[in-house]
Protein backbone atom coordinates (compact mmCIF):
# COMPACT_ATOMS: atom_id res chain seq x y z
CA UNK A 1 0.00 0.00 0.00
CA UNK A 2 1.62 3.47 -1.30
CA UNK A 3 1.79 6.27 1.61
CA UNK A 4 -1.12 8.39 -0.08
CA UNK A 5 -3.40 5.56 0.47
CA UNK A 6 -4.20 6.62 4.37
CA UNK A 7 -4.51 9.99 3.94
CA UNK A 8 -7.20 9.65 0.64
CA UNK A 9 -8.96 7.10 3.46
CA UNK A 10 -8.39 10.49 6.29
CA UNK A 11 -9.87 12.57 3.75
CA UNK A 12 -12.81 10.71 2.89
CA UNK A 13 -13.57 9.84 6.53
CA UNK A 14 -14.14 13.66 7.32
CA UNK A 15 -17.09 14.43 5.70
CA UNK A 16 -18.19 11.09 6.22
CA UNK A 17 -17.67 11.10 9.77
CA UNK A 18 -20.34 14.54 9.36
CA UNK A 19 -22.65 12.39 7.06
CA UNK A 20 -22.86 9.80 10.01
CA UNK A 21 -23.05 11.97 12.35
CA UNK A 22 -26.49 13.31 10.93
CA UNK A 23 -28.00 10.33 9.92
CA UNK A 24 -27.76 8.71 13.23
CA UNK A 25 -28.67 11.76 14.97
CA UNK A 26 -32.22 10.97 13.81
CA UNK A 27 -32.04 7.12 14.75
CA UNK A 28 -29.95 6.90 18.09
CA UNK A 29 -31.49 9.53 20.50
CA UNK A 30 -28.65 8.23 23.20
CA UNK A 31 -25.47 10.64 22.61
CA UNK A 32 -23.04 8.41 24.02
CA UNK A 33 -23.97 5.07 21.89
CA UNK A 34 -24.84 7.58 19.12
CA UNK A 35 -20.80 8.84 19.18
CA UNK A 36 -19.62 5.12 19.05
CA UNK A 37 -21.68 4.21 16.50
CA UNK A 38 -20.29 7.30 14.28
CA UNK A 39 -17.45 6.09 14.99
CA UNK A 40 -17.31 2.65 13.91
CA UNK A 41 -19.23 3.67 10.87
CA UNK A 42 -16.89 6.22 10.22
CA UNK A 43 -14.13 3.41 10.46
CA UNK A 44 -15.66 1.19 8.11
CA UNK A 45 -17.40 3.11 5.71
CA UNK A 46 -13.83 5.38 4.48
CA UNK A 47 -12.47 2.19 3.37
CA UNK A 48 -15.23 0.95 1.49
CA UNK A 49 -15.64 4.10 -0.17
CA UNK A 50 -12.07 4.45 -1.04
CA UNK A 51 -12.88 0.91 -2.86
CA UNK A 52 -15.56 1.60 -4.07
CA UNK A 53 -13.73 5.04 -6.07
CA UNK A 54 -11.14 3.11 -7.13
CA UNK A 55 -13.44 0.20 -8.74
CA UNK A 56 -15.39 3.30 -10.64
CA UNK A 57 -12.12 4.75 -11.75
CA UNK A 58 -10.94 1.25 -13.19
CA UNK A 59 -14.42 0.88 -14.61
CA UNK A 60 -14.80 3.86 -16.45
CA UNK A 61 -10.72 3.95 -17.99
CA UNK A 62 -11.69 0.30 -19.56
CA UNK A 63 -15.04 0.88 -20.77
CA UNK A 64 -15.36 1.32 -24.80
CA UNK A 65 -18.92 0.57 -26.45
CA UNK A 66 -19.10 -1.95 -28.58
CA UNK A 67 -20.92 -1.81 -32.12
CA UNK A 68 -22.51 -3.14 -34.77
CA UNK A 69 -20.20 -3.87 -37.56
CA UNK A 70 -20.08 -1.09 -40.50
CA UNK A 71 -18.15 -1.23 -43.34
CA UNK A 72 -18.23 2.72 -43.63
CA UNK A 73 -16.84 2.89 -40.34
CA UNK A 74 -14.47 0.39 -40.23
CA UNK A 75 -12.85 1.83 -43.30
CA UNK A 76 -12.61 5.24 -41.88
CA UNK A 77 -11.81 5.15 -38.46
CA UNK A 78 -9.27 2.59 -38.03
CA UNK A 79 -7.75 3.96 -34.50
CA UNK A 80 -11.85 2.48 -33.41
CA UNK A 81 -12.41 -0.62 -35.07
CA UNK A 82 -12.04 -2.71 -31.77
CA UNK A 83 -15.71 -0.84 -31.19
CA UNK A 84 -16.49 -3.36 -34.41
CA UNK A 85 -14.00 -6.43 -33.85
CA UNK A 86 -16.58 -8.05 -31.24
CA UNK A 87 -19.56 -7.88 -33.64
CA UNK A 88 -17.66 -8.89 -36.75
CA UNK A 89 -16.64 -11.87 -34.13
CA UNK A 90 -19.72 -13.33 -32.70
CA UNK A 91 -21.24 -13.15 -35.97
CA UNK A 92 -19.50 -15.23 -37.48
CA UNK A 93 -20.07 -12.63 -40.91
CA UNK A 94 -16.58 -13.88 -42.43
CA UNK A 95 -16.48 -17.43 -41.73
CA UNK A 96 -16.94 -19.04 -45.00
CA UNK A 97 -16.37 -16.38 -47.11
CA UNK A 98 -13.34 -16.62 -49.78
CA UNK A 99 -10.25 -14.06 -49.40
CA UNK A 100 -11.74 -12.05 -52.08
CA UNK A 101 -14.80 -11.66 -49.99
CA UNK A 102 -13.36 -10.89 -46.91
CA UNK A 103 -11.00 -8.43 -48.61
CA UNK A 104 -14.10 -6.22 -50.20
CA UNK A 105 -15.89 -6.36 -46.68
CA UNK A 106 -12.39 -5.39 -44.34
CA UNK A 107 -10.14 -3.69 -47.19
CA UNK A 108 -6.71 -4.03 -48.23
CA UNK A 109 -4.07 -4.34 -45.03
CA UNK A 110 -0.77 -5.39 -46.30
CA UNK A 111 -2.17 -9.38 -46.40
CA UNK A 112 -0.65 -11.30 -48.80
CA UNK A 113 -3.36 -12.98 -50.75
CA UNK A 114 -1.34 -16.46 -50.78
CA UNK A 115 -1.30 -15.94 -47.02
CA UNK A 116 -3.74 -17.94 -45.02
CA UNK A 117 -3.15 -15.86 -41.99
CA UNK A 118 -4.99 -12.43 -41.91
CA UNK A 119 -3.95 -9.85 -39.37
CA UNK A 120 -6.04 -6.46 -39.24
CA UNK A 121 -5.57 -3.67 -37.05
CA UNK A 122 -8.09 -2.51 -34.30
CA UNK A 123 -6.59 0.18 -32.74
CA UNK A 124 -5.88 0.53 -28.89
CA UNK A 125 -8.75 -1.04 -26.97
CA UNK A 126 -8.87 1.19 -23.60
CA UNK A 127 -7.35 -1.08 -20.91
CA UNK A 128 -5.67 -0.55 -17.31
CA UNK A 129 -2.01 -1.18 -19.31
CA UNK A 130 -2.64 -1.72 -22.66
CA UNK A 131 0.19 -0.24 -24.73
CA UNK A 132 -0.01 -2.18 -27.95
CA UNK A 133 -2.73 -2.43 -30.39
CA UNK A 134 -5.48 -5.55 -30.61
CA UNK A 135 -5.42 -6.92 -34.21
CA UNK A 136 -7.85 -8.83 -35.47
CA UNK A 137 -7.00 -12.41 -36.69
CA UNK A 138 -8.53 -13.78 -39.86
CA UNK A 139 -7.44 -18.17 -40.56
CA UNK A 140 -8.40 -19.11 -43.64
CA UNK A 141 -8.07 -22.93 -44.97
CA UNK A 142 -8.60 -23.68 -48.37
CA UNK A 143 -9.08 -20.07 -49.53
CA UNK A 144 -12.07 -20.03 -46.93
CA UNK A 145 -12.01 -18.09 -43.83
CA UNK A 146 -12.37 -20.40 -40.75
CA UNK A 147 -11.49 -18.55 -37.47
CA UNK A 148 -11.46 -14.51 -36.42
CA UNK A 149 -10.28 -14.19 -33.33
CA UNK A 150 -8.98 -10.41 -31.47
CA UNK A 151 -5.51 -10.55 -30.57
CA UNK A 152 -5.29 -8.38 -27.58
CA UNK A 153 -2.27 -6.10 -27.18
Not at 45 to 64: D, E, G, M, N, Q
Not at 85 to 103: A, C, H, P
Not at 133 to 148: T, V, Y
Amino acid sequence: MSIEVPFIILFLAVPLFFFWRWLLRKIIKNEKNRKAVTWIMTIFSAPILYALIIVIWIFSITYYPSHDFEKRKWMTDKETRYELSEDLIESEILIGKTKQQVREILGEQNNKYESNNWKYYLGFKPTLFGIDPDILEIEFKNGKAINICQISG
